[in-house]
């Protein structure tokens, strides 16, 4: 990469996209054009991402927390991740984009699964970024559900307890295969990770950025993906910089 500041390209950024009620608020409109500038934003960050390099880019579309949203607010929102889907699938697709979605899909009503699940599976042989759509996604939720699928294996005789360690409950979760997050950033200035990858974020690198979701864009991504580059990351052990002098 030219830029020696960006030389350390994380290969899974994770994106918590807060901030679209306060950037409408701010400026006397209704919170569902915050959403629809959100989505802008979205597609921005998608191919800033791909142009980046990163292999992996997961965003919190929609938690398992926000059906208590006002139903006109839920309303909205499932209809333009529906409208982001259907009109941007082709393209999508054509830029080399793999779907993948996580989160709970027991009881799910509607069109709204069977629309993602078309884009995962219209997507599945692509070989270029990776988008993981979290939706209908909580973190305890996603681990309890692993837990269960665990325990049934035990039960059914397929597992034992003793094979139950870090690897078998990863690929139990819903993000089996994906790399877990290096880089989880949250716009808004909220700085907390709000029952996202909780499991996943073990040794991510946070950056909370002052910035509303609809401001987000190119620019903003590669300022975080600055920040990423200049953190020390130790996983527990020594620092390389301290390692190399034999402190
Ligand atoms: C947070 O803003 C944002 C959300 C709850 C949803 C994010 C969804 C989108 C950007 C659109 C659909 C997604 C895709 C992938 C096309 P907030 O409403 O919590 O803002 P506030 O905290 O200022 O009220």
Redesign the pocket.
């Known amino acids: 990469m030219a830029n020696p500041e960006l030389a350390i390209i994380p290969q899974h950024v994770a994106i918590?996209?807060?901030?679209?009620?306060?950037?409408?608020?701010k400026r006397g409109l209704p919170?569902t054009i915050?959403?629809t500038k959100?989505?802008e934003?979205?597609r921005e960050t998608v191919k800033a991402a791909g142009d980046a390099g990163v292999r992996y880019l997961t965003?919190?579309?929609?938690?398992s927390e926000?059906w208590t949203?006002p139903e006109a607010?839920v309303h909205d929102?499932l209809g333009?991740?529906r409208r982001?889907?259907r009109r941007d699938l082709a393209e999508l697709h054509r830029e080399n984009i793999r779907i993948r979605v996580i989160g709970e899909r027991e009881n799910l009503r509607g069109d709204i699964l069977p629309l993602l699940l078309e884009a995962e599976d219209t997507t599945r042989h692509n070989t270029g970024l990776t988008l993981v759509?979290a939706f209908n996604y909580g973190a305890r939720n996603e681990i309890a559900r692993a837990f269960a699928k665990l325990a049934r294996d035990i039960e059914s005789g397929a597992l034992k307890a003793s094979d139950i360690d870090v690897d078998s409950i990863s690929r139990s979760l819903d993000t089996a295969g994906i790399p877990d997050p290096d880089l989880i950033i949250r716009t808004?200035g909220?700085e907390r990770l709000s029952n996202f990858l909780l499991w996943q974020a073990a040794y991510s690198e946070l950056v909370f950025l002052p910035d509303?979701?609809p401001d987000f864009d190119r620019n903003l991504f590669f300022e975080a993906l600055k920040i990423f580059a200049s953190r020390d990351r130790r996983f527990g052990g020594l620092s390389n910089k301290t390692a190399a002098v034999g402190g």
């Open positions: 918590i996209m807060d901030g679209n009620g306060r950037w409408a608020n919170r915050g959403h959100g989505v934003a979205v965003l919190f579309a929609f938690s926000n949203r607010e929102l333009l991740l982001f889907i759509i808004s909220e509303y979701w």
